[in-house]
C-alpha cells in the first residue's frame, strides 16, 4: 500500500459526460501529479500540482482540468468524454516539486470505461 | 529532451532463471532513472532508483540496476526469477529541466513472464 488513496476504482459512463477523479497524497506529500494509461499512448503524464498551484503541464487535453485543495487532495475533472478518454487515470505524490531525486508513490489507478 | 527506451516488449524465463530487461536513455542532464513494477490490475510500485550514488542500485524483491553512463544504459536484473516476479516493467527518468516539476517519462514497458 502506497498511502496515496484514488477514488472511485471503476467508472464507466457515455460519450459526453464529465467525471470527476479524486485523489488523497500520501501524509506529508505536497506534490500531486496525474497520469493516464491508455493501450496505445502507454503511460502519460497529465499535469502536476504542488502546495496547491499548478507547477507542469503534459499531454492534457483542454477538456480535462484539475486542482488541489487547501487539504492537498486533488480532482482530475473530464469532461465532454470521448470513446478515446477510456483509460487507467494514475496519480501519484512526493514530498517535493522539483528535486527529481524525490519518487513518486503512485495510488492504484481509476479505471474509466467511456461508452 | 529526455527519454526511455525499453528494447524488449515482451521477456520470458524459466522460473530459476536470472532475469534481464534492457533499457536505454536520453538525458541532457545528469539523470534520475527508477524501474516501476505493475502487476495485472495493480497499481505502480517503484522497484529502485537511480540518483547518482552508486551505480548499481539495489531495490526490492532482489531487483538491481546498473548505471552505465558510457551506454546510456539502466538495465534491471534478477539472479533468479519467481513466478510472482510475471508483471509488467517500466523504467523511466525524471524530467529534471526547468519548470517540469520532475515529472515521469516512461518507456513503453516490458511484459516478463516466467514459466514454471
Known amino acids: 500500500d502506497s498511502g496515496v488513496t484514488q477514488t472511485p476504482k471503476h467508472l464507466i459512463t457515455a460519450t459526453g459526460q464529465r467525471v470527476t477523479l479524486r485523489c488523497s497524497p500520501r501524509?506529508?506529500?505536497?506534490?500531486v501529479y496525474w497520469y493516464q494509461q491508455s493501450l496505445d499512448q502507454g503511460l502519460q503524464f497529465l499535469i502536476q500540482?504542488?502546495?496547491?498551484?499548478?507547477?507542469a503541464k503534459g499531454n492534457i487535453l483542454e477538456r480535462f482540468s484539475a486542482q488541489q485543495f487547501p487539504d492537498l487532495h486533488s480532482e482530475l475533472n473530464l469532461s465532454s468524454l470521448e470513446l478515446g478518454d477510456s483509460a487507467l487515470y494514475f496519480c501519484?505524490?512526493?514530498?517535493?516539486?522539483?528535486?527529481?531525486?524525490?519518487?513518486?508513490?503512485f495510488g492504484p489507478g481509476t479505471r474509466l470505461t467511456v461508452t | 529532451a529526455q527519454s526511455v527506451t525499453q528494447l524488449d516488449s515482451h521477456v520470458s524465463v524459466s522460473e530459476g532463471t536470472p532475469v534481464l530487461l534492457r533499457c536505454n536513455y536520453s538525458s541532457s542532464y545528469s539523470p534520475s532513472l527508477f524501474w516501476y513494477v505493475q502487476h495485472p490490475n495493480k497499481g505502480l510500485q517503484l522497484l529502485l532508483k537511480y540518483t547518482s550514488a552508486a551505480t548499481l542500485v539495489k531495490g526490492i524483491n532482489g531487483f538491481e540496476a546498473e548505471f552505465k553512463k558510457s551506454e546510456t544504459s539502466f538495465h534491471l536484473t534478477k539472479p533468479s526469477a519467481h513466478m510472482s516476479d510475471a508483471a509488467e516493467y517500466f523504467c523511466v527518468v525524471s524530467d529534471a529541466s526547468y519548470n517540469q516539476g520532475g515529472k515521469l517519462i516512461f518507456g513503453q514497458g516490458t511484459e516478463l513472464s516466467v514459466k514454471p
Open positions: 501524509s506529508g506529500d505536497l506534490s
Open positions: 500540482y504542488y502546495n496547491g498551484e499548478e507547477r
Open positions: 501519484a505524490s512526493s514530498v517535493r516539486d522539483r528535486g527529481s531525486t524525490y519518487e513518486q508513490y
